[in-house]
Nanobody
Framework: VQLQASGGGLVQAGDSLKLSCAAS????????MGWFRQAPGKEREFVAR????????????AYADSVKGRFTISRDNAKNTVYLQMNSLKPEDTAVYYC??????????????WGQGTQVTVSS
């Protein structure tokens, strides 16, 4: 599986951005997908993840407390793409954002595949 993240940029506090992650591979729809981020001088941290499912349900998603209520993860299996809609952005959301993919049965803390990252910068 290869992952290609895009959609980052420079925005002001309070603005929105939508990140996309295009995945290659025939088994994408069975993989859970996630977003992580890494700010300068900090460790990479979990942001959001979404399980595989044939129908949407809030129980299929999980978020870090710091983004809950502001970020929404979604996926389009027909397009092999996962999205991260980020609203009400804050300067502390500034980071390189990485998408990740989990093979069935993998631990949530250790994705099996990583994308190359896209920079998000939020100015105050």
């Amino acid at each position: 599986v290869q992952l290609q993240a895009s959609g980052g940029g420079l925005v002001q506090a309070g603005d929105s951005l939508k990140l996309s992650c295009a995945a290659s591979g025939p088994t994408f729809s069975t993989y859970a997908m996630g977003w992580f981020r890494q700010a300068p001088g900090k460790e990479r941290e979990f942001v959001a993840r979404i399980r595989w499912s044939s129908s949407w349900s809030a129980s299929n998603t999980a978020y870090a407390d710091s983004v809950k209520g502001r970020f929404t993860i979604s996926r389009d299996n027909a397009k092999n793409t996962v999205y991260l809609q980020m609203n009400s952005l804050k300067p502390e959301d500034t980071a390189v954002y990485y998408c990740a993919a989990y093979r069935p049965g993998s631990s949530w803390s250790t994705p099996d595949y990583w994308g190359q990252g896209t920079q998000v910068t939020v100015s105050s």
